[in-house]
């Protein structure tokens, strides 16, 4: 159950993995492309979008959002291929999204430039809905994978500085309530997230090379150890019982290349529980 099988290989530094239709999609942040592959590892260009970071979410009428950090701006790719600005974002550090069964899109921002050597400062998460883009929950240290559970009743953040998982109440109105630690994760470090059938969190872990399922609460249910840096993940695949994982060799936010170039692979593993298409 534990075998790690290769999809794809020789990308740069992957992330976003999104299963959609029967197909998987995911972000090379070093070549500016959102790929789409089958499981045979075909892999062609969806998109192209000059960004880092590049992370993607669908929204519930089939069309992907694509938040564009250069540019500060969340994008809506149209069925013809080209673009349309939902929302100016503004600041910058933008990094991950989530979106809900309303089409409401929770996109959150880190509050420093890890990349250029800043001063910690904590980051942010804000809603955007209807064009209008407004901040919805503040001091998350390092904010990275976010989830909402499929009943739209919750939204799950990585906190990668802290090692936890954070969870908010969602409002009617969208807004977040209720802030409280989901499951406190001891060293592991958590980027990229996806939910199963059984409420269960994979999350991804790039420093510890590793994938790990974890129930509410922290309790550990299983561990699937990687050669390299886990980024993100997501469930999909016959029956949403694969687990897809993105991952590279991870070099640090300072170096020449976050990643060694070429080392991005799609992997994935077998898993009993099925996914839920979140995210």
């Keep these: 159950m534990n075998e790690v099988r290769t999809v794809l ?46 992370c993607t979410a669908w929204l519930p009428d089939g069309r992907m959002v694509i938040v564009s950090s250069q540019e500060r701006r969340l994008l809506r790719r149209e ?22 069964g309303r089409g409401n899109a929770y996109v959150n921002r880190v509050g420093f430039d890890p990349m250029a050597g800043e001063q910690f400062r904590p980051g942010f998460v804000h809603l955007v809905a ?12 390092f904010p990275n994978g ?20 954070v969870a908010f109440d969602i409002g009617a109105d969208g807004d977040l309530a209720n802030r409280r630690v989901w499951a406190a994760l001891g060293e592991g470090t958590p980027d990229g997230i996806c ?53 590279a060799e991870w070099q640090g936010m300072t170096a020449p290349s976050p990643v060694v170039p070429g080392s991005g692979r799609v992997l994935a593993v077998d898993v009993d529980v099925p996914g839920v298409g979140r995210p």
Excluded: K
């Design 79 to 100: 069925p013809d291929g080209s673009f349309f600005v939902v929302a100016e974002l503004g600041e910058s550090g933008w990094n991950d999204i989530a979106v809900d």
């Design 146 to 165: 976010m989830v909402v559970t499929p009943d739209d009743s919750t939204l799950i953040v990585a906190d990668s500085y802290r090692h936890e998982l």
């Design 130 to 141: 209807e064009g209008s883009v407004r901040q919805v929950a503040d001091d998350i240290a």
């Design 9 to 54: 290989a020789g990308r740069g530094l992957v992330e976003s993995p999104r299963w959609h239709g029967d197909r998987l999609y995911f972000s090379d942040w070093s070549s500016g492309e959102i790929v789409v592959t089958g499981l045979d590892g075909a892999g062609e260009v969806y998109a192209r979008v000059a960004s880092v970071p590049l």
């Design 195 to 247: 939910v199963d059938a059984e409420g269960a969190v994979w999350y991804a872990d790039v420093p510890n090379e590793r994938c790990v399922r974890v129930a509410e609460g922290g309790t550990v249910l299983r561990v699937v150890e990687l050669d390299r840096g886990g980024f993100a993940c997501t469930l999909g695949g016959p029956g949403d019982r694969t687990l897809f994982v993105v991952a």
